[in-house]
């Protein structure tokens, strides 16, 4: 597929930039503007449209998320400085699914963009499951800052069974509609499910909740899972 033509029955992809960095943001709108494959819409305008996946270079604040109140929340593309782990963790822990270098070209973008809004779970998250360092050492990074380990260790758990066996298929990677089939649930009901998990665990996105439950041991192990 050339940058200049698409195949009629491939859908658009809606990408929302959401970048505080004005000059990442004209290389971006450069690097997807010359692909059919993108609907591009940028600033406050993107926050009222269905977009399919954001561009993000900072960690979103929760309380405007949650005041922004979308139906369907795009999926969180990171775009940041270099490709270490450590970029990856921090992206991770602010809300990513995927993450990618600003230095990245149009292929590697694009490539980011499919493979997100075609996954069924997070890439940024199973990539950081299979690294070097451990899934153990990876997930603690993913709880709370500003919690230290005694109060991690004394934290009991403040979710249902019912909610557990919803965390446990988030992990897998599996999308609202599957989790329905296999708890005997609506999908709508099993979103209802997830905003309350978040605010129970007070993390940002299904990855980060999962994450700080299979740390605190709520979950299976992650290679059971």
Same mark, same amino acid.
């Given at each position: ?31 997807? &503007?010359? *692909? ?58 602010? &809300? ?44 603690? &990074? ?13 934290? *009991? ?20 509609? *599957? ?25 940002? *996105? ?10 605190? &041991? ?8």
């Amino acid at each position: 597929m050339t940058q200049d033509t698409v195949a009629q029955d491939v859908p658009r992809i809606t990408v929302h930039l959401a970048l505080s960095d004005n000059e990442l943001e004209k290389a971006m709108l450069s690097l997807l &503007g010359r *692909n059919a494959r993108f609907l591009v819409v940028k600033g406050s305008i993107g926050y009222a449209a269905e977009s399919d996946v954001r561009l993000v270079d900072e960690s979103p604040d929760p309380d405007q998320q949650r005041e922004l109140d979308e139906l369907s929340p795009p999926k969180l593309l990171f775009i940041g400085l270099g490709r270490s782990e450590q970029f990856l963790l921090d992206a991770a822990h602010a &809300g990513a699914w995927a993450y990618i270098s600003e230095s990245a070209d149009a292929d590697e973008l694009e490539d980011a963009i499919c493979s997100l809004v075609e996954s069924k779970g997070s890439p940024l998250l199973k990539q950081l499951a299979q690294s070097d360092s451990g899934s153990f050492e990876i997930l603690a &990074g993913l709880t709370d800052p500003d919690s230290d380990d005694d109060d991690h260790a004394a934290v *009991n758990n403040p979710l249902t069974t019912d909610e557990i066996k919803i965390l446990e298929l988030i992990a897998r990677g599996e999308p609202s509609k *599957n989790i329905g089939h296999h708890v005997g649930l609506a999908e709508q009901t099993v979103k209802n499910y997830v905003v309350k998990i978040l605010d129970k665990t007070h993390t940002h *996105n299904r990855a980060h909740a999962a994450a700080l439950a299979a740390q605190r &041991g709520w979950l299976s192990p992650l290679d059971h899972i």
